[in-house]
């Protein structure tokens, strides 16, 4: 039964930051057409002033139905032109923007069983890049129109500059949550990641709208003073100190007692899987009178230990979340192989992560402009060979580079015996390069789900790949996708002969992101997906009894049965045009029809 479907949140995004373009668009017209003022005559006749963009068209008075037809198209379609032109550049300002609050850092930290990993985070952090450099790049175009507005008037405020600004904040504080709480799916729901933050931010949007009641009414009636001005400017550093402190929960512990903040820390170290082997009388009550900031477990401060805690757990959920994807494509394409599988999952997984402001800005411009989607424009560019990256970024040929080309790979649980490639980039090729590899347990374990490999590379003069075997155990019980790792390290490089030489520095050799290559085990043995082998089948009235043949695909482990029955459309039942059948369909282990 078909059921009715809201629009994505992705969907309402975007067309929320398109109808805020508009809204631009029609007051840039405004403000371009008629100018900073008008003057009215008399009741039924108003004289426009020249815009700041486009003049007056002259006569403005006694003039036909039909030239002011022709005066608004000319009007609109030199508006439509000059809108095109600032999204564009609007375009390329929020891709900057987009750029440097996406930068990335790579850090090594400790998981609980004590292996070491390597993530990259943000060096931006999120709170801080959303409230200035997204705030001024999606709001550009308001404090531009008011600035001119504001300018052009020698100081004094028009109708449109003030009230864009306020009337954006008004929007996005009602009509985008409004829309935002709407779009949820039913029986679904969301949560706000930081909401201390939230509670930050909110508070002085409301004390914003306060402070410009006062200044405007009690302080200086109609008049804003150079010291309102300044106060107001400050307010904003102010908003970003508190909401950062909020994110990073900084000072938070100093308000609760000692005894509660010791029991809270053992609590929540005894959840992380006593990763780090605490007690009660590894905590150092000296450390307690500086708050949780200087609780330390074996040399780790707390607040430290919490960060990287939470990067290991998106490490692992978003590769939790590639597996899912795979899982369900190959649900629903079960003829596709591995490779299309793969780059569709990449792109599902891509179009679900979090975006930011600017994304979606820069994605409705886009849309408009008919210049394409972002995502799928993204992916191609991540689909490049990472060997033809690192030899771009290459900085120092005389340094040997070895890395995995390519780090991801899917197998089928039945492949027994593949390869993974490593790639040596730059350099001096007359030399002998020793690198070492060893597999690393993910969900999959090592000894049941794939054979355990540690060994030496040895890449002699001249070669740029080697190819690491590995061997996947096959076995007959249902099992969820899993994945496992295999890292480089202990890199050496010797002579052309491969003796190691006083004058060979191993730092001549690095090894270089990705350092970890990522196997991923589709199980082959699913109950299997079932449907009829011809999707449709045209029988004469005259056969008396017709069989359909049922196929079982993408999988034969076990048995299942599967029940079925006739559904009436255009053809009724009940003995009218076919006579009603219901019942089980039986397939037994490896039966596949």
């Known amino acids: 039964m078909a059921q009715t479907r809201r629009l994505s949140v992705w969907q309402m995004t975007t067309q929320i930051i398109s109808l805020k373009l508009l809204l631009c668009f029609l007051l840039l017209q405004v403000f371009a057409v008629y100018g900073t003022e008008a003057r009215t005559i008399d009741n039924n006749k108003t004289i426009c002033k020249p815009g700041v963009i486009l003049p007056v068209w002259l006569p403005q008075e006694d003039i036909s139905l039909g030239d002011k037809i022709a005066r608004a198209i000319v009007y609109f379609s030199a508006l439509a032109f000059i809108f ?38 943000r060096i931006w952090n999120e709170t801080v890049s959303n409230l200035t450099l997204m705030a001024l790049g999606s709001s550009a175009p308001e404090i531009l129109l008011s600035i001119i507005e504001i300018c052009g008037r020698g100081f004094e405020a028009g109708d449109l500059g003030p009230g864009t600004i306020v009337g954006s ?39 914003a709208y306060l402070w410009l009641l006062a200044i405007l009414k009690l302080f200086s009636p109609g008049v804003i003073e150079l010291w309102e001005a300044i106060v107001t400017l400050l307010m904003f550093p102010v908003t970003v100190i508190w909401a950062y402190i909020a994110d ?183 030399s002998t390069v020793y690198v070492d590899y060893k597999s690393e347990d993910g969900t999959a374990n090592a000894g049941s789900d794939f054979h355990y490999a540690e060994g030496t590379l040895i890449f002699k003069p001249g070669e740029t790949h080697k190819e690491i075997p590995l061997s996947i155990i096959d076995d007959d019980i249902f099992e969820e996708d899993e994945h496992f790792f295999v890292r480089l390290n202990n890199i050496r490089v010797g002579g052309p002969d491969g003796m190691f030489q006083s004058n060979c520095n191993d730092q001549q050799a690095q090894i270089v992101e990705p350092l970890l290559a990522t196997i991923t085990i589709l199980d082959d043995d699913h109950a299997g997906i079932f449907h009829f082998e011809d999707k449709l089948t045209k029988i004469p009235e005259s056969s008396g009894e017709a069989q359909f043949k049922v196929v079982r695909s993408s999988g034969a482990r076990g048995m299942v049965r599967v029940p079925y029955k006739t559904v009436g459309a255009t053809a009724k039942g009940n003995g009218i045009d076919f006579v009603d059948v219901d019942g089980e369909l039986e397939f037994e282990n490896d039966e596949t029809w």
């Open 84 to 121: 095109l032109g600032v999204s564009i550049i609007a375009d390329r300002f929020m891709s900057a923007i987009e750029v440097i609050t996406s930068k990335e850092k790579e850090i090594t930290i400790k998981k609980p069983n004590g292996e070491m990993v390597t993530v990259n985070v």
């Open 169 to 207: 904040a008004a929007f996005n504080l009602f009509v985008i949550i409004a829309i935002c709480i709407y779009c949820i799916p039913n029986g679904e729901l969301r949560r706000l990641k930081h909401l201390r933050v939230f509670f930050v931010t909110a508070s002085f949007s409301v004390l």
């Open 248 to 430: 990073k929960r900084i000072f938070f512990y100093r308000f609760l007692r000692k005894k509660y903040t010791a029991e809270r820390v053992v609590r929540r170290g005894s959840n992380l899987q006593n990763a780090m082997e605490m007690g009660e009388n590894e905590m150092h009550e000296n450390h307690l009178n500086h708050g949780m900031d200087g609780v330390e477990f074996k040399g780790k401060r707390y607040k430290d230990l919490d960060g990287d805690v939470s990067d290991i757990k998106d490490l692992e959920d978003s590769r939790k979340e590639t597996i899912r994807l795979l899982r369900e494509l190959r649900q629903k394409h079960p003829d596709a192989d591995l490779a299309t599988l793969e780059q569709m999952a990449n792109y599902e997984s891509l179009n679900n992560q979090q975006k930011s402001r600017a994304f979606y800005r820069i994605q409705a411009t886009r849309k408009m402009c008919g210049a394409g989607n972002i995502l799928k424009k993204t992916l191609e560019k991540k689909r490049a060979s990472v060997a033809e990256v690192n030899i771009e970024v290459l900085q120092d040929d005389s340094i040997t580079r070895v890395c995995f080309d390519p780090f991801n790979y899917t197998v089928m649980e039945n492949v027994g015996n593949f390869t993974i490639t490593v790639a040596r980039l730059g350099g001096d090729m007359n």
